[in-house]
């Protein structure tokens, strides 16, 4: 059972630049942190929630969002069992609970059924 907590939520203004963190823990046996894929979430009011970022096991492959592809860059260090968030130029439209999501599958996806772990989220709030 691998653990996830989220950290580095806030109030930005919009332009602004927030980091978020997402340490893991306790990996399933055999298995380390590093062969996870590590994705990112987001989910607003009122909404679904939808795919912000992934990223493979070594980090050498990155997906994005439409919205946020150039402004958030998703990084990982395994030796430190942690994955980020790094987000800039943010707007209005950004604001949501951020989760973050390990995979046990090789191939980096979008899609929410394809991560086994959830974290219990941090919210981002960005004001106008």
């Known amino acids: 059972q691998v653990q996830l907590v989220e950290s580095g939520g806030g109030l930005v203004q919009a332009g602004g630049s927030l980091r978020l963190s997402c340490a893991a823990s306790g990996a399933a046996s055999g298995r380390t942190f590093s062969t996870y894929i590590m994705g990112w979430f987001r989910q607003a009011p009122g909404k679904e929630r939808e795919f912000v970022a992934a990223?493979?096991?070594?980090?050498?492959?990155?997906i994005y969002a439409d919205s946020v592809k150039g402004r958030f860059t998703i990084s990982r260090d395994n030796a430190k069992n942690t994955v980020y968030l790094q987000m800039n130029s943010v707007k209005p439209e950004d604001t949501a609970v951020y989760y973050c999501?390990?995979?046990?599958?090789?191939?980096?996806?979008?899609?929410?059924?394809?991560?086994?772990?959830w974290g219990q989220g941090t919210q981002v709030t960005v004001s106008s």
């Open positions: 990223i493979s096991w070594t980090g050498d492959r990155t």
């Open positions: 999501a390990a995979g046990r599958d090789i191939v980096v996806r979008r899609g929410t059924r394809e991560y086994d772990y």
